[in-house]
């Protein structure tokens, strides 16, 4: 015990910024929710805080560096001749508010920069009345050397907003990159900005992904972000490092607002989101960016500046008023976690008919309903139980008494069994305006399951909507669906325990996700009809995943939501695909899949290439090789 306690000390000094970061932080959970929270955050950090299986290990992590993100001469060479070859060189204006920074940082933050393998980029700093005189030095030394650099003075404290907008007029480059005083940029990160935005001309915003930097200027924690995600942004500001935008869409929106310090970079993504739309967002999967761990950085943790949260909450607020969108922000992990939107429920709540397809197996198929009936607070909906051949006398008995219920209807299909042809007649049958596929093994948990997958499933653009699944013995079976895991498909964060927050918080979440499983997926039964339903031709295995990819194709974004939670008592009614008798069929509905769907199961954008689609070492630990190069 002696050498984990240790390590989870030392860990969590690390990305606190120091012992004494670390134990202030504690000190504030002892006050708000006792010994418990801080056992519970000691357990997250020890077992992962923000990873599926732990955090890698530093030296894991300098391996991977060295092999696959380092440089050299001959990689410089390369990057200077795509850079040789760019149709467009746009010039890129590198904007930065400083206040009383660290020399030694400042300095390292400024030779980042000119250090870049681009050259087209001016360097726009804002120094916002720092009292210590060797600001103005530095800046002016560096402005002398290069004169790429500028800089201005600002005459009083403004805080962080007003100096960065101090930086902004200053500007004149095409885009705007975004970084902190004391953060550095590798020497390839605007090369592999300019060759983005090259390829996808229709981007106005782009972002890279991240890793922290220790005070000894170790890498450390990296981030490897999805593709854009509209429901992630909402929880975390996975935007933001390396965040480089349109300059007239910055302009257009106003600049940085003041009263969201803290969260500034947060409120302008949003704010430019609403001008510019989804689609104009571009992932750059390579990290540009190295976020420097510092006592009371956000780097660490929200609850390092509660003022930070706080504006975080109200950026998205305003967001969401802007946006006409009916919802109220809540705040499930105190100021030191991703933050839940809960939608409100149309009004008048839309009909939503819950299809359970079941063979006999009577207790599974008692506890589903009665859950449903005594838990579920969601009050317009009708039970359609679809009995595929059922023979045993006590289960025609009992369907015979739910047949006798106003709002449950029971058909009968004793074709050989087809998991999509079940659910696509009783779908045709369904009197709702949302369907809700759901298995006969599912047990409810939290009563508002189904509040939480209609408010989402109405949303305009939304597709399926999948829920949070456990096993009995509470760990996690389904947590959303990741293409290309183990195959075609597997399970995000499968075997989690309760407590544990999963990569990056993803666990906990709500996000956009590729595919999400129909043991309790809720759509819109004109999506359904759309789409024309489950594909019959997959009558077992991945029809759920190949529906949710034609969903995705038919221009919708699926969602999954940890706030809808039910326990899954998985192939207890139907067995194992593993099975003799069906593992021949399970292999052609693989091959099926890898046939049709080639190019999402190869790189899913809801994960990353960077991250490793194996099964004997879990999800979201780095790829060895990444499938991606390290300028693609």
Known sequence: MLPRAIHTIRRQAEVRGGLGSAIAYYWTIVRRE?????????????????????????????????????????????????????????????VVPTYNSDEKLLREMIASVTAQLYPHWELCIADDASPDPHVARVLAEAAAADPRIRYTVRATNGHISEASNSALELVQGEYVALLDHDDILPEHALAMVARYINVHPHGRMFYSDEDKLTLEGA?????????????????QNFFSHLGVYET??????????????????????????????????????????????????TAQSGSEKPYAHIAKVRAIEDHLSRSAIRASVEQPFGDSGPLRVRYAVPSPAPRV?????????????????????????????????????????????????????????????????????????????????????????????????LDEMVSIAAQPGTGAVGARLWYPNDTLQH??????????????????????????????????????????LVIRKSIYDQVGGLNEELAVAFNDVDFCIRVLKAGYRNVWTPHAELYHHESASRGSDMDPDKYERFVSEVRWMEARWPDLIANDPAYNRNLTLRTDIAPFALAEPPRIGQFE
């Open 479 to 520: 947590g959303g669906v990741l293409l290309g895991l183990g195959g075609v498909a597997g399970h995000m964060h499968a075997n989690l325990r309760r407590w544990q927050l999963g990569y990056f918080g993803r666990a906990v979440t709500t996000q956009n996700l590729s595919a999400v499983t129909a043991a309790c």
């Open 353 to 449: 008919s819950i299809i359970i397809p079941t063979r006999d197996g009577l207790d599974l198929l008692r506890q589903c309903i009665d859950s449903v009936q005594l838990k579920t607070t969601y009050e317009n909906y009708e039970i359609i139980v679809v009995d595929n051949g059922s023979v045993k006398p006590e289960t025609l008995e009992y369907l015979s008494s739910l047949a006798a219920q106003p709002n449950v209807r029971i058909l009968r299909d004793d074709s050989p069994f087809n998991f999509s042809a079940l659910n696509n007649r009783a779908a045709a049958q369904a009197s709702g305006d949302y369907v809700c596929l759901l298995n006969n093994d599912i047990e409810v948990i939290t009563p508002d399951w």
């Open 248 to 297: 007239a869409l910055v302009r257009q929106a106003g600049g940085f607002r003041k009263g969201l310090e803290g969260s500034q970079d947060h409120d302008l993504a949003l704010r430019c989101l609403e001008i510019s739309g989804h689609d104009s967002v571009v992932h750059i999967p390579h990290i540009l960016y190295h976020w420097r761990t510092m006592p009371g950085s």
């Open 34 to 94: 006792g010994l418990r929270g801080v056992s519970a955050r000691v357990a997250r950090l020890r077992d992962g805080a923000g990873f599926a299986d732990g955090p890698p290990s530093d030296e894991r992590y300098h391996a991977w560096i060295e092999r696959f993100d380092s440089f050299d001469d001959t990689k410089r060479s390369e990057v200077r001749k795509f850079i040789e070859a760019l149709p467009r060189k746009p010039l890129i204006s590198i």
């Open 219 to 235: 890498r450390t924690y990296p981030y490897f972000k999805p593709d854009w995600n509209p429901q992630l942004i909402l929880s």
